[in-house]
Structures are given as structure tokens and as C-alpha cells.
């Protein structure tokens, strides 16, 4: 039994797709969503590639809003959705993270907003 059952998600394609694509393959899928929340989590800690892991951030915040749509309050999510947009283009990690250690070495990233 899930906590925010699919069938009750007024989203309809959103719930198509969890019931359709995500549940099948849960066996996969929770391992992989564990390990990458966690090096996510351990990323912007200790601010290594900070503005792609933000993005990343977004990415999984914005899939759990979406799973959880009309359970959950929804400024909850639109707030770390505001505080990782905000380390996306702010370039944070570059004061005292590892990404200064690599904009101290290697200078401007020719990539923009990688580190």
C-alpha cells in the first residue's frame, strides 16, 4: 500500500506514468533513487559541481511534488525548489566548497555552470 496512492492524484498523466513506468521497476528504482538522493545530499554539502547538483536537486524535488501532488502541502516543495534555484544561479560552493578548490585550479569551467 503506498502513502499517496497514484489513484488518488489529480494529475492523471503523472499517476499514468508512476503506475505505468515506475512502480513495475521499483526493484531498481529505490536503490537508485536512495543512492542518488544521497550523493545529491553529499554534493551540495560539500559544494562539488554545485550548480549541476542543484539542478539535479530540482529535478528529484520537482518528480516528488509531482508524485505527491494534492497530498502534500505545496509551498513546501516550492520552497526548496526557490533555495536550489538560487544555488543554481548563484554558482554557489564556489566560496568554500570543492568548487573553489577546481575554480582555483583550473580557472573558468569552458563549460559554463559546472562548477
Same mark, same amino acid.
Given at each position: 500500500m503506498s502513502v499517496f496512492p497514484q489513484s488518488e492524484?489529480?494529475?492523471?498523466?503523472?499517476?499514468?506514468?508512476?503506475? /505505468?513506468v515506475i512502480l513495475p521497476?521499483? /526493484?531498481f528504482f529505490a536503490?537508485?533513487?536512495l543512492v542518488a538522493e544521497f550523493l545529491i545530499g553529499l554534493f551540495?554539502?560539500? /559544494?562539488?559541481? #554545485?550548480?549541476? #547538483?542543484?539542478?539535479?536537486s530540482i529535478?528529484?524535488?520537482?518528480? #516528488?511534488?509531482?508524485?505527491t501532488f494534492g497530498h502534500d502541502w505545496p509551498w513546501s516543495y516550492g520552497m526548496m525548489l526557490a533555495i536550489l534555484g538560487v544555488v543554481l544561479i548563484t554558482k554557489a560552493g564556489r566560496s568554500l566548497g570543492?568548487?573553489?578548490?577546481?575554480?582555483?585550479?583550473? /580557472?573558468?569551467?569552458?563549460i559554463p555552470y559546472l562548477w
Open positions: 492524484n489529480p494529475l492523471a498523466w503523472y499517476a499514468a506514468f508512476i503506475e /505505468g521497476i521499483r /526493484g536503490p537508485f533513487q551540495l554539502l560539500v /559544494g562539488f559541481f #554545485t550548480p549541476l #547538483t542543484s539542478l539535479a529535478f528529484f524535488i520537482f518528480n #516528488t511534488f509531482l508524485a570543492v568548487d573553489k578548490l577546481l575554480l582555483d585550479r583550473r /580557472g573558468e569551467p569552458r
